[in-house]
């Protein structure tokens, strides 16, 4: 089983879904994609974010990017949960959740730490662009809950950063001020950035963040 690492073409692989059958990348198609993981259905942690994730998806829709959800539960046990999900989380879940009884994509994305249970997966994000490349991976312990906030402000920095040669410095938001990269060199960066620039250091330059009116 190989791991993946960032820049990787993130594997594609058919499944059952809440929502029908995808094949995941013809699902994806010019959308960006997060894929997530949870250790079973009917789990605590997982149906606040499971219903959290419903509300925000007007949020991931205007970032041009697709949300699915994975379990080893089957597809009666899933269809079941949202139920709960969406009782208890006063929502609707209006996203798929992959149906991975066999482990098949859990293993193919290398979400089985057996230091951690051997039938269960870890909780995992993808965050996959447009070109199906991996971009992001974080991996939580069952116990903590992920933060989509922050989800959202990486899927920000990533679609930024790819057409714009900035990178984001700690604890950006956007519309923030950005780090030019060091690639551009500060005689250059008037023609680049229009808006102007602020030389902390030769290796520090800070511009307004340029896809913004």
């Not at 089983?1 to 994806?28: C, K, V, Y």
């Not at 604890?171 to 950035?193: K, L, S, Y």
């Amino acid at each position: 089983m190989a791991t993946i690492r960032l820049g990787d073409e993130a594997p594609n692989f058919t499944a059952q879904t809440s929502e029908g059958t995808i094949d995941f990348h013809d699902w994806l198609g010019d959308s960006w994609g997060v894929l997530f993981s949870h250790p079973a259905d009917y789990t605590p942690v997982c149906t606040t974010e499971l219903g959290t994730v419903a509300k925000y998806k007007d949020e991931f829709d205007k970032r041009n990017t697709k949300v699915v959800a994975l379990s080893v539960d089957g597809l009666e046990s899933h269809h079941g949960w949202i139920k709960d999900i969406n009782e208890t989380q006063n929502t609707t879940v209006n996203f798929p959740i992959i149906a991975d009884e066999d482990k098949k994509v859990s293993k193919l994305y290398d979400m089985i730490h057996p230091n951690a249970d051997n039938n269960l997966t870890v909780r995992s994000v993808f965050v996959i662009d447009n070109n199906k490349k991996v971009k992001l991976i974080i991996t939580y312990p069952a116990s903590t809950g992920r933060n989509f906030d922050e989800l959202l402000r990486v899927i920000d920095s990533l679609q930024l950063t790819a057409y714009h040669k900035v990178a984001t410095p700690a604890n950006w938001q956007n519309g923030d001020d950005c780090v030019v990269v060091p690639a551009v060199a500060t005689a250059d960066i008037p023609a680049i950035f229009p808006k102007g620039f602020k030389e902390v250091k030769p290796y520090l330059r800070m511009t307004p963040q340029p896809n913004l009116n």
